[in-house]
Nanobody, 119 residues
C-alpha cells in the first residue's frame, strides 16, 4: 500500500517562503510522475508543479519563477520550495504520485497540508 505523508505547511507572511515535503512509503522511482496540487476555497483543484521519472518539470503559470519542485530518491521524498508567497497561494496542498503498470494508471494522494499566506 502506498502512503504519502506531507509536511511543511503552515502560516507565513506574504513574501515569505515554505518548503513542503512529501515522503513516500516506498521508492519514488516506482512512479511515473509526482506532483503537487492545491485547492483553495471555492476553486477547483489545480496542478501546481509536476516532475516525471525523467526529471522533466512543469509549473502552473501562476507559480513559475517562485516555486520549485524537486526530489530526493534516496529519501523517497518530493519537495516543493515556495518562495515569494502571495495570499492567493493560500490553499490545501496535496502530494500526488502516479504509477502506470500493465497499461493502467493509478493515482495516490497525500492527506494534504494547509498553507496560509497572510497579507
Amino acid at each position: 500500500q502506498v502512503q504519502l505523508v506531507e509536511s511543511g505547511g503552515g502560516l507565513v507572511q506574504a513574501g515569505g517562503s515554505l518548503r513542503l515535503s512529501c515522503a513516500a512509503s516506498g521508492s519514488i522511482r516506482s512512479f511515473n510522475a509526482m506532483g503537487w496540487y492545491r485547492q483553495a476555497p471555492g476553486k477547483q483543484r489545480e496542478l501546481v508543479a509536476g516532475i516525471t521519472s525523467g526529471d522533466n518539470t512543469n509549473y502552473a503559470d501562476s507559480v513559475k519563477g517562485r516555486f520549485t519542485i524537486s526530489r530526493d530518491n534516496a529519501k523517497n521524498t518530493v519537495y516543493l520550495q515556495m518562495n515569494s508567497l502571495k495570499p492567493e497561494d493560500t490553499a490545501v496542498y496535496y502530494c500526488n504520485a502516479r504509477a502506470t503498470p500493465f497499461l493502467r494508471t493509478y493515482d495516490y494522494w497525500g492527506q494534504g497540508t494547509q498553507v496560509t499566506v497572510s497579507s
